[in-house]
């Protein structure tokens, strides 16, 4: 086998031709390897990777299909444990109303009722925008939780309707916890340019995995 056969991520250098924030290739990346994908979610919900024991994608796609902006879905769908619905979105392009939108989408996934099931049944909601632009410039933040909440009494309404943002510019605002849950590690693959860039903690994360 040659040496360029032999290739592989632990030597790779140069310009990353498609990157993590590429619509498709985030798609295609987390339908093709599960591991990573539960690695994502994760450390985005702050579970133990050992408490994911299914994630399935609601809306897969068919890598090597040509798809035009029509009919690209850009959203990712995933039912985590047969118990919880996550819709995961990479958004590169500033969105003027992007608070509407994402609310759309969380609304989209809240309603999970089968027919014949009651309101009990309803199986909690999460919408999680990876953003490579902050959505609100006067409130800063890495990453957000976002909760419908009581405005005078400031409790929780329903608890099964999370909305989260991981704003890519901000990786300097992590906070401790947003580090124990490696969720600065992630914003740094999606934003990593190079093989450079992104190959050190890589390799690390994934040695350490052995």
Not at 16 to 34: G, H, K, P
Not at 43 to 49: E, Q
Request: aromatic share 12%; with cysteine; proline share 4%.
């Amino acid at each position: 086998m040659s040496q360029k056969q032999q290739s592989t991520y632990e030597n790779a250098s140069g310009k990353i031709d498609y990157t993590l924030t590429n619509d498709y290739m985030f798609r295609a990346v987390m339908q093709q390897n599960t591991t990573v994908l539960k690695g994502l979610i994760s450390s985005l919900l702050h579970l133990n990777p050992e408490n994911i024991r299914s994630v399935t994608i609601l809306n897969p796609i068919q890598p090597g299909k040509a798809y035009d902006e029509k009919t690209f879905i850009l959203d990712l769908k995933v039912m985590l444990n047969n118990a919880m619905v996550i819709n995961l979105e990479v958004q590169v392009v500033k969105q003027d109303f992007w608070n509407d939108r994402s609310l759309i989408y969380l609304c989209n996934v809240f309603n999970n009722l089968k027919r014949g099931e009651d309101y009990s049944q309803i199986k909690p909601a999460c919408h999680i925008g990876i953003l490579d632009f902050t959505p609100f410039p006067d409130y800063p933040e890495f990453y957000a939780t976002n909760k419908l909440m009581n405005v005078r009494k400031h409790y929780i309404y329903n608890d099964k309707f999370t909305l989260n943002v991981l704003d890519l510019n901000q990786i300097n605002l992590a906070t401790g916890e947003d580090k124990a849950y490696k969720i600065d590690f992630w914003a740094r693959l999606f934003k990593a340019k190079t093989w450079e860039e992104k190959l050190p903690e890589v390799i690390k994360d994934d040695r350490s995995q052995r």
